[in-house]
């Protein structure tokens, strides 16, 4: 049985956190967990083409925005 978008990433996030005995730090946005984020253009959820590198608008790796392509005159809706 195939994985549908959701099961994809809950996989590559909460799982592999789990597996590595990271859970609370790893695989989620919480207090206490490191912050390391990817902000997209689109929902990688209904198109996993999103999530190619060149579409991140926003890289932010151990608290810190390591790439920011997001202007304030944007519309971000």
Same mark, same amino acid.
């Given at each position: 049985?195939?994985?549908?978008?959701?099961?994809?990433?809950?996989?590559?996030?909460?799982?592999?956190?789990?597996? $590595?005995?990271?859970? +609370?730090? *790893?695989? /989620?946005? @919480?207090?206490?967990?490191?912050?390391?984020?990817?902000?997209?253009?689109? =929902?990688? $959820?209904?198109?996993? +083409?999103? *999530?190619? /590198?060149? @579409?991140?608008?926003?890289?932010?790796?151990?608290?810190?925005?390591?790439? =920011?392509?997001?202007?304030?005159?944007?519309? *971000?809706?």
């Amino acid at each position: 049985e195939a994985l549908n978008a959701f099961e994809i990433f809950e996989s590559a996030t909460k799982t592999n956190a789990e597996i $590595l005995g990271m859970k +609370g730090k *790893l695989g /989620e946005v @919480s207090t206490g967990a490191y912050a390391d984020l990817l902000v997209l253009e689109g =929902n990688p $959820l209904e198109n996993i +083409g999103t *999530l190619k /590198e060149n @579409s991140f608008e926003m890289i932010i790796q151990n608290g810190k925005v390591i790439k =920011n392509m997001i202007t304030h005159e944007r519309n *971000l809706t």
